[in-house]
């Protein structure tokens, strides 16, 4: 009897540890992006229905290092993403570099970036083709849903922060999710090189554009101009 009762202990006892490693092994290689994504995801459905009156169709919301861009979120001006039954849907990046930032400082790239989604809903547009210099249009949507808007000389009103109900508003969401970031400290930023980049790193050479129509030229050295088509100063790219 005690023979057999110390057989089925020590079974017991392995089968224990056995389970034990099993959950440390699992609890270990738990990381995962899904559930920032989910929550950002939930994000978007919240500002939807508290200040688009869920009007906005859902894009696909992504997690997509910024590489070359200055960007720290970008919302595509087309329909990117396909499902099986043809259905397309824009996109709404948020950069992975950025969200080791305050949950509320994400937000509110989400909220700027929905604002966008819904000037491109609605045939508006609010930035140049490049998407870097925004207009008034943007400053109009972007005001009117949360956001206060402060203008940049070189990019127009780019620069959103949160008014202060809209702060009390984020208050209440759950951030439990937001405990992993990438860390870009030593990481090539891309390594896919335009042509744009390539050129800059082996000449002198400059580009400028037009923050309006777009217009580009490029110079040997530091040169202010303007585009006599929009009556626009040129922005050093």
Not at 67 to 78: E, L
Request: aromatic content about 8%; charged content about 30%.
């Amino acid at each position: 009897m005690n023979a057999t009762n110390n057989i089925n202990v020590n079974s017991f006892i392995n089968s224990v540890e056995d389970t034990s490693l099993m959950e440390t092994a699992h609890t270990e290689s738990d990381a995962s992006i899904a559930p920032i994504v989910e929550l950002l995801e939930v994000v978007f459905e919240k500002f939807n229905e508290h200040f688009f009156e869920s009007a906005l169709s859902k894009p696909i919301v992504t997690l997509s290092q910024k590489g070359t861009r200055k960007a720290v979120g970008w919302c595509t001006r087309k329909k990117v993403w396909e499902d099986s039954n043809e259905d397309r849907y824009f996109e709404i990046n948020i950069c992975p570099e950025y969200i080791r930032r305050p949950f509320e400082d994400v937000c509110e790239v989400m909220l700027h970036e929905i604002c966008h989604l819904s000037n491109l809903q609605k045939g508006i547009q609010d930035c140049s083709r490049s998407s870097q210099y925004h207009n008034k249009k943007f400053k109009l949507t972007a005001e009117k849903h949360g956001l206060i808007v402060d203008k940049h000389p070189s990019y127009g009103f780019a620069y959103t922060s949160l008014k202060p109900e809209t702060l009390r508003f984020i208050k209440t969401f759950d951030r439990s999710s937001f405990d992993l970031y990438r860390d870009a400290n030593g990481v090539p930023e891309t390594t896919d090189d335009s042509a744009d980049d390539a050129i800059s790193r082996t000449s002198s050479t400059r580009k400028y554009i037009c923050p309006v129509c777009d217009m580009s030229v490029r110079a040997t050295k530091e040169v202010n101009i303007n585009c006599n088509d929009c009556n626009e100063k040129m922005i050093e790219q």
